[in-house]
């Protein structure tokens, strides 16, 4: 038996826990640059606010009917989300974390008559450690686990939903486009076809599926059966990291570009370090506006690998700036750009050159990254950064009403008036 725990409305109920006076308020979040919608709580739902609609498009809307609009703040999403995580993790052991709001948990070993009060009382700790309210379902499988989540969260309105009360009932009540997994294109493909339903699904005969669809439809359809197709997923070892932001506005000067390339490489190893690994090799992209069609169109990426892996910034900001400088074209606008450090290996792992003295320059290379995190954990993020980055950064994507960073900056914590 497995549970899928998923935080409801995540974002917008981040946004809410410092500013108990938009409780009943519509809350949209917007997302990269202030474009489109990418989060909303219930009331904005029922305002017709759909998921992904661009903001100038709604922004009436939102004027006429009081919606609090958010730039995304993923620094404090992020920091909510490990938060739930660690509650769960320290609750119970079995447990794959899904997304940044939604985490799996294999209650197999638990007796049959305890899983509801568990996940209630689960469901309970989450809300009174943190705030955040979730919903939780319970069933055989990962797809009707998600299914029951859904029977929690949008038919019943309740907090903890087990789907194997009454499962070919419940089936009927789910049609296939919320079933996990199912897309635009099966959707109408299925709905053609008189499946409408996930029971209709469940009980579609297996060898034609295997004709009609692919792999991971047939094993949809077998886990709304009750088979296990899908077993919880252990941790992996990442193989590359990305990071990347779409500009502000667009750049068309190699130094802007460059200050935002040097940005990107310090996110990206302060994320390599913490997990204890180095890159192998780098990747840089740059990319024009695909949007704006009346603009000459860019897109260039390129990739070179170290001599060893590496951890170093210095280094590695310095190959991904001589890296931009080759693809970088005079005469265009450019609307993003970003760099992939790939083949992660762990840190203890080092094959050095015969004819390099790496040994040492890795030793003195250490020092300096530690003394850097070490000043930065202390006095804040950007307290020391390579001069690289510039100061002004023309380029930052835009976040105009992006609230405070209220769990990760001491000097942006809520402030109480006592009278």
């Known amino acids: 038996m497995l549970a899928l725990i998923d935080c409801n409305n995540f974002y917008a109920s981040c946004e809410r826990l410092f500013r108990p006076d938009l409780k009943l308020k519509p809350i949209v979040v917007l997302s990269n640059n202030d474009g489109c919608c990418i989060a909303r709580s219930d009331e904005a739902k029922a305002l017709g606010i759909a998921m992904g609609t661009p903001f100038f498009e709604i922004k009436k809307l939102c004027s006429k009917n009081q919606v609090m609009v958010f730039s995304s703040n993923y620094t404090l999403y992020g920091n909510i989300s490990h938060r739930v995580m660690t509650i769960i993790k320290d609750f119970w052991p079995e447990v794959e974390v899904y997304s940044i709001d939604e985490a799996f948990l294999d209650l197999r070993m638990l007796p049959a008559d305890q899983r509801d009060l ?11 450690q943190t705030g955040i309210t979730t919903s939780i379902g319970i069933g055989p499988t990962k797809t009707l686990a998600k299914a029951a989540n859904y029977l929690s969260k949008r038919v019943y309105k309740v907090p903890v939903f087990n789907i194997t009360n009454d499962l070919q009932m419940l089936l009927t009540k789910i049609s296939i486009a919320e079933i996990w997994g199912i897309g635009r294109g099966w959707y109408q493909k299925l ?74 490489c310090k996110r990206a190893v302060e994320k390599m370090r913490a997990q204890k690994l180095m890159a192998t090799n780098i990747g840089v992209f740059i990319q024009s506006n695909r949007h704006r069609k009346d603009l000459p169109q860019y897109n260039k990426d390129i990739e070179t690998k170290f001599i060893m892996p590496t951890d170093d910034i210095i280094l590695i900001t310095k190959t991904a700036k001589q890296c931009l400088a080759k693809i970088f074209k005079a005469g265009y606008s450019y609307k993003k750009a970003g760099i992939v450090l790939g083949n992660l290996v ?23 990254m530690n003394a850097i995190e070490s000043i930065n954990s202390k006095y804040g993020r950007d307290t020391i950064c390579l001069a690289s980055e510039g100061l002004q950064k023309m380029w930052k994507m835009r976040s105009e009403m992006k609230s405070p960073a209220y769990t990760t900056r001491w000097g942006e914590l809520p402030l109480v008036k006592v009278e």
């Open 191 to 264: 709905s053609a076809l008189g499946i409408k339903t996930a029971y209709d699904l469940a009980n579609v005969d297996e060898n034609f599926l295997k004709k009609f669809s692919n792999v991971v439809l047939t094993r949809t359809a077998v886990e709304l059966r009750g088979n296990i197709c899908n077993e919880l997923e252990l941790p992996k070892p990442r193989q590359n990291i990305m990071s990347s932001k779409s500009f502000g506005t667009m750049q068309t000067e190699l130094l802007e570009i460059e200050n935002a390339i040097s940005c990107y």
């Open 118 to 128: 568990f996940c209630l009382n689960l469901q309970k700790l989450i809300l009174q």
């Open 346 to 368: 762990p840190n203890h792992v080092s094959q050095f050159d015969l004819f390099s003295e790496a040994t040492q320059t890795k030793y003195d290379s250490n020092k300096l």
